[in-house]
């Protein structure tokens, strides 16, 4: 249990600095500017599944306003994390194995990579398409927020894929 | 009472996540409304230094190239000078250099470092590695080595949150040269070399190919600093003036320093604005 807390803290360090020192220096390329790498959410996505819901609500609002700090967007990466830590639960019921969730933690260790590239698309997808909504704040840019959603969501779930991969972690 | 106990309880999840969404709906309508939020931004103490301190790792290992492309532009400065010293009539610029040493000049630039940037989303902000301890203020304007980058908008002691003209919110004042219509610079595009300029009349004669300077109306910006050249001229039906697309000559997204303007006279243009508007 304790080192369940444990290593979902250093997790979440690693990866908020990862996103907010490295992944914020984007790649542009030329004028092609759609590909935004944010790989956070996962912090959110991994946490355990029995923790109250309330707290990992509030969790994801703390991770989002810590990333909008960074990325001087006060309030749009809160929104969308707040988003995703609350239909979190329902992703997760809708996605259980027949035998429920044995252990608590969801990794791809645990669950097998099938389920976590499943899990983790889903989440990511959410996350983004919400996060240039907020971002934009009106549906004039539909296009816009339609191609940043999709081409991020590509370049991040590649970037996941390999860290899972090469961490593999347990907990 | 219980029921009601209950029912929090039961929903608790729901409210929470109800409450927090509200607070960010507030907090970015605020965001973009007001200007007096320095806590939120990277001028912040906390952030900055990060910033500051990973641009270093970055700049440790660009320090050939930046000091290549400053060389260069102070070759080019150097040149400019020269041959302006040759070329001016009955010695005019012997004359504007004796009175330098004497005065202080109106417009005078402050150097510094950009820790961070970002240039691909909606509202883009740079920062600065210089704050108020340096004498820099809000509403100054910003100037990169071949043009316009932005205006401050929040300060710290030691940082300066730059409004990038990459942002929804910036609007430039500038005028065509040798035109002399003027306009306002705005940013609709998604991408960082294109702009919009607006609100130049229908009658106006222009052309693809335009330079495209700042008007020197306001106080932030001296006039005819240049800014990019005239890329298609688009018919709004039924507007009185034109919306055209403007390239800029530069690229925001490699900028690596820039020199924030004071301007000696500005309280005293200030004062004759606001009795303008009166």
Redesign the interface.
């Known amino acids: 249990m304790n080192k369940q807390v444990t290593r979902n803290i250093f997790r979440a360090v690693f990866i908020l600095a990862i996103q907010v020192i490295l992944l914020k220096r984007n790649l542009t390329l030329g004028e092609f500017n759609y590909v935004h790498l944010t790989v956070y959410s996962i912090i959110i996505a991994m946490l355990p599944y029995n923790w109250n819901r309330t707290l990992i609500i509030l969790l994801g609002f703390v991770t989002g306003l810590f990333v909008d700090l960074f990325y001087d967007s006060i309030g749009v990466h809160a929104g969308a994390t707040t988003f995703i830590a609350y239909v979190r639960y329902y992703i997760l019921n809708w996605m259980a194995p027949t035998e429920g969730y044995k252990k608590d933690s969801l990794t791809a260790y645990q669950l097998g990579v099938p389920w976590f590239l499943t899990y983790m698309s889903i989440i990511i997808f959410l996350h983004l398409i919400f996060l240039y909504s907020l971002e934009a704040f009106s549906f004039v840019y539909l296009k816009e927020i339609i191609l940043r959603t999709v081409f991020s969501f590509i370049a991040s779930l590649f970037l996941v894929m390999f860290g899972s991969l090469i961490f593999n972690p347990k907990y | 009472m219980r029921n009601l106990l209950y029912l929090i309880f039961r929903f608790?999840?729901?409210l929470?996540?109800l409450v927090?969404?509200l607070?960010?709906?507030?907090?970015?309508v605020n965001?973009?409304k007001s200007q007096g939020?320095i806590w939120?931004?990277?001028s912040?103490l906390f952030?900055g230094s990060?910033?500051a301190r990973?641009q270093k790792v970055?700049d440790f290992f660009e320090l050939n190239q930046k000091n290549d492309s400053l060389l260069l532009e102070n070759a080019k400065l150097l040149e400019t000078i020269l041959n302006f010293r040759m070329t001016s009539e009955n010695n005019a610029f012997q004359e504007f250099e004796k009175t330098l040493q004497d005065s202080t000049l109106d417009y005078q630039l402050i150097p510094a470092n950009v820790v961070?940037k970002?240039?691909?989303?909606?509202?883009n902000?740079l920062t600065l590695s210089k704050g108020k301890s340096d004498g820099l203020k809000v509403g100054m304007g910003v100037l990169g080595k071949n043009g316009v980058i932005g205006i401050i908008k929040s300060l710290s002691d030691n940082y300066a949150?730059v409004l990038l003209i990459l942002n929804s919110q910036s609007r430039t004042s500038v005028k065509i040269l040798n035109k002399e219509y003027h306009g306002n610079l705005v940013w609709e595009s998604?991408?960082?070399?294109l702009m919009n300029l607006k609100d130049v009349p229908r009658h106006a004669n222009i052309s693809k190919g335009d330079t495209i300077v700042t008007s020197g109306y306001s106080i932030s910006y001296p006039a005819n600093v240049h800014l990019g050249t005239i890329d298609a001229i688009n018919y709004v039906k039924g507007s009185n003036s034109y919306d055209i697309d403007v390239k800029l000559d530069y690229d925001l997204?490699n900028i690596s320093y820039a020199y924030v303007v004071t301007f000696q006279k500005k309280e005293e243009k200030e004062t004759i604005v606001e009795l303008q508007d009166e």
């Open positions: 608790s999840a729901f929470a996540f927090l969404e607070i960010c709906f507030h907090l970015i965001y973009n939020e939120a931004h990277s912040n952030v990060i910033n990973s970055e961070s970002t240039i691909h989303l909606r509202n902000y949150t998604s991408d960082p070399r997204s």
